[in-house]
């Protein structure tokens, strides 16, 4: 067995691994010198002790939304004035109202850093922290879709600034659902759309200039042939123009070249990561998902694996590999399956929200029944590998990896885990 000085001293393709992260926020962020202006626009009230409008910016995943906001905000902190804050947060983690109370507290109440505070004694010494500096504070939400009671979170920061007599709160909310602020209390849209930005995908050509820059930083001059680079982007801008995902490809073909020995990055190298990172991304946005979706597509692989009693009248629609499978029986399914893993099935209009849910997220597609079946159905098909995907799902659940839509009484008989 190899010690860590022998593995540390192999030789590497890569010069600056860093940099090829999705989360390395580069000096220069190609084609996005417009938004970033915008955004600098809208925040530099704070350095003259004024109060900014709320922000939302929105568009797809791998737009450089966060990479935008986050640049902005390193250069606002370099400012260094005495009464400008910015506190960031992404709500997958702090997800709901006192978990984003608790962080602004953390961040700037020290004797506060700990649990057993109600919201309402943390919204007092925030307010009271606020006004005795007089405070700009600018508060960046990413993701923000993801806080489950985002209405009270809304009332609650936009309700403070007419508490305060000195200082303010100011919100950017950062969200990939472009429909995110139509679901919100009319209010709360008010409030926080008082500003908003569209991120449009990055093209092809974008993404190759982009995958050039990073590939100029993390690796050596030569190390990756100009094909490989016009492979990854063309397959990044399929993804609708994701330069996350366009980055991975680039990181996991260097892994791979490493892993092989090999001196050089081609289109082997891309094709080979792009099967390894759709997996890897099919399995994280899994894990992230709630009980009941999870539990929809699980349904939906058991199916596919056992085979659609109603494979034969599919004849004619898209299925060419037999692989479709009809709304109503992944609903039977999914009731099932409630039961094994003791969750109290939804409505079929939830059901309904959840598959479009998953459709938007890739993980299957949907399309119309054909004329060889009675009525109108959707016809579903799962996008991975059903055997994974059933497996992780299990797994998610065996260790307690799974966050409720609601707080539910358990029943029913637990799923056999293979």
Request: hydrophobic share 35%; charged share 25%; proline share 3%.
């Given at each position: 067995?190899?010690?860590?000085?022998?593995?540390?001293?192999?030789?590497?393709?890569?010069?600056?691994?860093?940099?090829?992260?999705?989360?390395?926020?580069?000096?220069?962020?190609?084609?996005?010198?417009?938004?970033?202006?915008?955004?600098?626009?809208?925040?530099?009230?704070?350095l003259k002790n004024e109060r900014p409008r709320n922000v939302f910016v929105y568009g797809k995943t791998g737009t450089g939304k966060t990479a935008s906001v986050r640049h902005v905000m390193k250069k606002f902190e370099e400012e260094k004035t005495a009464y400008a804050k910015t506190c960031y947060m992404n709500c997958r983690i702090y997800n709901s109202r006192y978990r984003v109370m608790q962080k602004i507290t953390k961040d700037f109440i020290p004797e506060m850093d700990k649990?057993?505070?109600?919201?309402?004694?943390?919204?007092?010494?925030?307010?009271?922290?606020?006004?005795?500096?007089?405070?700009?504070?600018?508060?960046?939400?990413?993701?923000?879709?993801?806080?489950?009671?985002?209405?009270?979170?809304?009332?609650?920061?936009?309700?403070?600034?007419?508490?305060?007599?000195?200082?303010?709160?100011?919100?950017?909310?950062?969200?990939?659902?472009?429909?995110?602020?139509?679901?919100?209390?009319?209010?709360?849209?008010?409030?926080?759309?008082?500003?908003?930005?569209?991120?449009?995908?990055?093209?092809?050509?974008?993404?190759?200039?982009?995958?050039?820059?990073?590939?100029?930083?993390?690796?050596?001059?030569?190390?990756?042939?100009?094909?490989?680079?016009?492979?990854?982007?063309?397959?990044?801008?399929?993804?609708?123009?994701?330069?996350?995902?366009?980055?991975?490809?680039?990181?996991?073909?260097?892994?791979?070249?490493?892993?092989?020995?090999?001196?050089?990055?081609?289109?082997?190298?891309?094709?080979?990561?792009?099967?390894?990172?759709?997996?890897?991304?099919?399995?994280?946005?899994?894990?992230?998902?709630?009980?009941?979706?999870?539990?929809?597509?699980?349904?939906?692989?058991?199916?596919?694996?056992?085979?659609?009693?109603?494979?034969?009248?599919?004849?004619?629609?898209?299925?060419?590999?037999?692989?479709?499978?009809?709304?109503?029986?992944?609903?039977?399914?999914?009731?099932?399956?409630?039961?094994?893993?003791?969750?109290?099935?939804?409505?079929?209009?939830?059901?309904?929200?959840?598959?479009?849910?998953?459709?938007?997220?890739?993980?299957?597609?949907?399309?119309?029944?054909?004329?060889?079946?009675?009525?109108?159905?959707?016809?579903?098909?799962?996008?991975?590998?059903?055997?994974?995907?059933?497996?992780?799902?299990?797994?998610?659940?065996?260790?307690?990896?799974?966050?409720?839509?609601?707080?539910?009484?358990?029943?029913?008989?637990?799923?056999?885990?293979?």
């Amino acid at each position: 067995m190899p010690t860590f000085s022998q593995i540390l001293s192999k030789p590497s393709i890569f010069k600056d691994r860093n940099t090829l992260s999705s989360h390395y926020v580069p000096d220069i962020l190609p084609f996005r010198e417009e938004q970033i202006e915008k955004i600098m626009n809208w925040v530099a009230p704070a350095l003259k002790n004024e109060r900014p409008r709320n922000v939302f910016v929105y568009g797809k995943t791998g737009t450089g939304k966060t990479a935008s906001v986050r640049h902005v905000m390193k250069k606002f902190e370099e400012e260094k004035t005495a009464y400008a804050k910015t506190c960031y947060m992404n709500c997958r983690i702090y997800n709901s109202r006192y978990r984003v109370m608790q962080k602004i507290t953390k961040d700037f109440i020290p004797e506060m850093d700990k649990a057993g505070f109600g919201v309402a004694t943390l919204y007092e010494k925030i307010l009271g922290w606020i006004a005795a500096g007089s405070y700009r504070l600018i508060i960046v939400l990413d993701e923000v879709d993801m806080v489950s009671d985002l209405d009270e979170l809304m009332y609650t920061l936009t309700r403070a600034n007419d508490d305060l007599k000195q200082g303010s709160i100011s919100l950017i909310g950062i969200s990939n659902k472009l429909d995110f602020k139509n679901v919100l209390d009319p209010r709360s849209r008010s409030s926080l759309c008082e500003t908003e930005m569209v991120f449009a995908p990055y093209s092809a050509n974008q993404l190759q200039a982009i995958l050039l820059q990073r590939s100029q930083m993390g690796f050596g001059q030569g190390i990756v042939d100009e094909s490989a680079i016009n492979f990854a982007s063309a397959i990044a801008a399929q993804e609708t123009g994701d330069a996350r995902y366009a980055l991975r490809l680039l990181l996991k073909a260097g892994e791979l070249a490493d892993e092989h020995s090999v001196s050089k990055i081609t289109d082997k190298e891309v094709e080979d990561a792009r099967k390894s990172v759709d997996s890897d991304i099919a399995s994280e946005i899994i894990a992230t998902l709630p009980d009941q979706q999870q539990i929809v597509l699980y349904a939906a692989s058991c199916l596919t694996l056992g085979g659609s009693k109603y494979a034969k009248l599919f004849a004619g629609t898209e299925d060419e590999d037999g692989k479709f499978l009809s709304s109503g029986e992944v609903y039977e399914e999914y009731t099932r399956a409630c039961k094994g893993f003791k969750r109290k099935k939804r409505s079929s209009r939830w059901y309904r929200e959840y598959l479009n849910d998953l459709e938007m997220l890739g993980l299957i597609t949907m399309v119309d029944s054909g004329p060889g079946m009675r009525g109108h159905t959707r016809l579903i098909k799962v996008g991975y590998p059903p055997t994974e995907i059933k497996v992780l799902i299990e797994k998610n659940f065996m260790h307690g990896k799974v966050h409720s839509v609601e707080d539910e009484e358990a029943g029913g008989t637990q799923v056999k885990l293979q």
